[in-house]
Structure formats: C-alpha cells, structure tokens
C-alpha cells in the first residue's frame, strides 16, 4: 500500500515536499514514480526513481525545480518541489513497479506500475 501526504496550498515560487509512505511489499526493489493529474485534464508522469535512486527522470515541466528522492530504510519516497508554479496544481500520486528486475531502471509509463496510492492535492495560487 502507498499513502501520499504533504500536499497543501501555496504560493507561487513556494516549495513543498511530498511523501510517499509504503507498507506490505518489497520497496527497495520497486521502481517508484510520482503522477500528477489537474482537473480536467488525464494523469501525467512527473518523476521516477530506481530501485537504489542511483537513477532518476523528470517530465521537462518539472526539471530544475522538482527533486525526487527515496529512503529504502524507512520505506519513504520524496517529491521536493521548487519554484511552484499555478500550472503545477494538480492531484499528486505516488506509484509503484514491482516488475522491474534490476537496479538503474527508471519507469515513465502509467500502466507499467501496479500500485498505486491516493493521491494528495496540492494548490498553487498565483
């Protein structure tokens, strides 16, 4: 199970840090990724981590203002968000993929991750 937390309501050029907690599965060995989805509009890739985070990928959107992080000890995945912006409002999910079978690989596809959590609002007035 995954469980999205950290969302609020911000400023433009605020930051906020999203959390990812997993529980009842083997998350070191899952490829981890956030999502995002803005009203009216369908669910977009954000970041992804490997297995170890020696490896990651952002969206274009995001690059240079979003940091995506895990901590394989506490089962934790991250998402610092910089210099927010209004057209970054969205529903914010965490996922995971269990079916990767080595380090280094990042995921960029939606319907290659199996589970997935609920997701957390995050609001940016301008």
């Known amino acids: 199970q995954l469980q999205a937390s950290g969302g609020g309501l911000v400023q433009a050029g605020g930051s906020l840090r999203l959390s990812c907690a997993a529980s009842g599965g083997t998350f070191s060995t899952c490829v981890m990724g956030w999502f995002r989805q803005a009203p009216g509009k369908g669910r977009e890739f954000v970041a992804s981590?490997?297995?170890?985070?020696?490896?990651?990928h952002y969206a274009d959107f995001v690059k240079g203002r979003f940091t995506i992080s895990r901590d394989n000890a506490k089962n934790m995945l991250y998402l610092q968000m910089n210099n927010l912006k209004p057209e970054d409002t969205a529903v914010y999910y965490c996922a995971a993929d269990q079916g990767v079978w080595r380090d280094s690989v990042v995921v960029v596809t939606e319907n290659e991750y199996d589970c997935w959590g609920r997701g957390t609002q995050v609001t940016v007035s301008s």
């Open positions: 981590i490997s297995w170890s985070g020696d490896a990651t």
